[in-house]
């Protein structure tokens, strides 16, 4: 079996695989289930919840604030690789701050966060923000450095300079670097949130998966935790793998920049 049927079978294989040897391992060595739930136990737990409305919720909030920070973070990182690749200053205040701010984990930020946004969604949004936009400016100012000087001369042929060389010219031809970077952002923004809200719990009326989680630790339901991670895990699997994939089909793959797979 080959193609994208093929793949998704053989992915769904390995996951099968994994909870079954979960559950082999946690009946056979008689693990606690305080410490190490088996697998079934933590599937009905996880039905349960989602059943209930409750882990949809907690998802919701949790996405709803990644989502507004990844947004505000993409506007500012393609104002500053636009300065950056028409001005050498702009290059340079890129680099200088990249190189400032980019090993700084988003987490580190929180307290002050907390400090002057207060205890609420902005505080989130604020550190999903930091860990977003540094790594889509990289990977998008690489993939504009990159685009060969032909293209450029031709788009200031045709009169365009400034930011409408880059939506007319560089955005295009980078895309393949500019979706790397979206991709990069988004798998940080979605540890950062869970961690934000893991140890500063709730934001606003509605706490969060990493609020749900940790709720959960302390009132030692061990199930729930799992759930939770499951929870965590799904949702990460199904952005690269339905709406990356979709997305790259529809754009990098279409247009012949990536040869598929």
């Known amino acids: 079996m080959s193609g994208p049927t093929g793949a998704v079978a053989r992915k769904t294989a390995i996951v099968l695989t994994l909870l079954a040897l979960w559950e082999a391992w946690t009946r056979l060595f008689a693990v606690s289930p305080l410490l190490f739930p088996p697998a079934s ?3 009905r737990a996880f039905a349960g919840a989602v059943a209930s409305g409750e882990l949809p919720g907690y998802a ?3 996405l709803r604030i990644l989502l507004a920070g990844m947004a505000i973070g993409a506007v500012i990182a393609l104002g500053l690789t636009t300065l950056a690749v028409t001005t050498r200053l702009g290059a340079e205040v890129l680099q200088t701050l990249t190189s400032m701010f980019n090993p700084l984990p988003a987490i580190a930020l929180m307290p002050l966060a907390l ?3 207060g205890l609420g969604p902005r505080a ?5 923000i ?3 936009l540094w790594p889509m400016s990289l990977n998008t100012y690489a993939g504009f450095v990159t685009v060969p000087a032909t293209l450029r001369r031709v788009g200031e042929n045709f009169g365009l ?3 409408r060389l880059v939506a007319g010219v560089l955005l295009p031809a980078a895309f393949p670097y500019i979706l790397s970077g979206v991709k990069i952002g988004w798998a940080f923004a979605w540890r950062t949130i869970i961690a934000a809200e893991m140890v500063f719990g709730v934001a606003g009326s509605q706490g ?5 989680i940790y709720q959960n630790r302390f009132e030692m339901n061990t199930d729930l935790v799992f759930a939770g991670l499951l929870t965590v895990i799904l949702i990460g699997l199904l952005v690269e793998n339905l709406f990356f994939r979709w997305l790259e089909r529809r754009t990098v793959l279409r247009w012949g920049m990536s040869a598929g797979h």
């Open 41 to 43: 136990t933590v599937l």
């Open 60 to 62: 919701g909030q949790s």
């Open 115 to 117: 400090l002057w946004f």
């Open 124 to 128: 989130l949004i604020f550190v999903v």
């Open 130 to 132: 930091h860990s977003v």
């Open 161 to 163: 300079t400034g930011w």
């Open 208 to 212: 969060g998966l990493g609020w749900f």
